[in-house]
């Protein structure tokens, strides 16, 4: 039996519920780290792991995230997370369950889609529960896939740091349903794009934005004005940061530092490092305005805002002499301690 407590990744989590259904081929498991700002928010990763317990680590590193995300996008909302790691042959079943199992935690935890769930997935869960986001709404309001909205906060960041795209060489690792917006945006400006993915089909749909392919175990080696993680997270670790060929990294994908000593590796190497929960916030800034209810056009300036707030903590990293990640944490620290007090 997984235990949520002896896991190297728990860090205070305040609620870990395992949920599974043996008749539907059914598991997976809801963290809610933090409710400290509002009731957590994070989406459903539809996930193969090697093993239960690789399962159980990903959830819980994924709901701190989410916590120190919307925290630093000051949002009025927590960090949850979920991970269905078995998912039978009747997914819609699957999902309803999995609704059942959000809408029992009464609003402590509010889901939306994630890497391997869609707006249809999401649509289903919602047959079980309101505490769901990631669902298109009528015009001008906000909703629908946060994926294109985390893309365009990225595109954004990318630009506070390289200035002028044309003509710059970026290496983007994964061209998903974010890495691909990536790309389009990026396309537009005529940036020089080189991408891996172990997915074919999404491989042909970046070809035909003019990039072109690369290994995915060559990736983060290439000599380039910028690498994009934009896959799953530990990418930067041990072994691959003596290998990186940019001295940017700037991407979408989550908990990109395999451990927090690798944020004192990039320092060492001369990287400059985009906090991943700075940098991919636009999707949770979406989720947050449909489920407040707000207008589309509030989104907006808050994804713009993303890139500012980023220039801000690597000027902070640079003033205070730590890494970039150790500014971040320390700014959403002093906010988390902040709403306790009040």
Known sequence: MLDAKTNA??????QVVFFSDEALGLAGVIAVHNTALGPGAGGCRIWNYPREEDALTDVL????????KNAMADLPLGGGKTVIYKMGADRAACLRKFGE????????????????????????VARATSYVAGIPKESGQAGGDPSPVTAQGVYHCIKALLG?????????????????????????????????????????????????????????????????PCALG????????????????????????????DGERLVARGVTYAPDYVVNAGGIINVSAEYLGEAADVVDARIRAIATRLLNVLETAKAENVPPHVAADRMVRAKLAAARMA
């Open 101 to 124: 199992t959000v809408e029992s935690l009464g609003g402590r935890y509010i889901t939306a889609e994630d890497v391997g769930a869609s707006v249809d997935d999401m649509r289903v």
């Open 61 to 68: 590193r994924l709901a701190r995230g989410m916590t120190y």
């Open 164 to 228: 002028d795209i044309t003509g710059k060489r970026i290496a983007v690792q994964g061209v998903g349903h974010v890495g691909l917006h990536l790309c389009q945006l990026l396309a537009a400006e005529k940036a020089n794009l080189i991408v891996s993915d172990v997915n074919t089909d999404n491989l042909e749909r970046a070809r035909a934005l003019g990039a072109s392919i690369a290994p995915v175990e060559d990736i983060h080696k290439l000599e380039a004005d910028l690498f994009s």
């Open 234 to 261: 530990a990418g930067l670790n041990e072994r691959t940061i003596p290998e990186l060929g940019a001295p940017i990294i700037c991407g979408a994908a989550n908990n990109q530092l395999a451990t927090e000593a």
């Open 9 to 14: 990744a728990f860090d205070g989590h305040e």
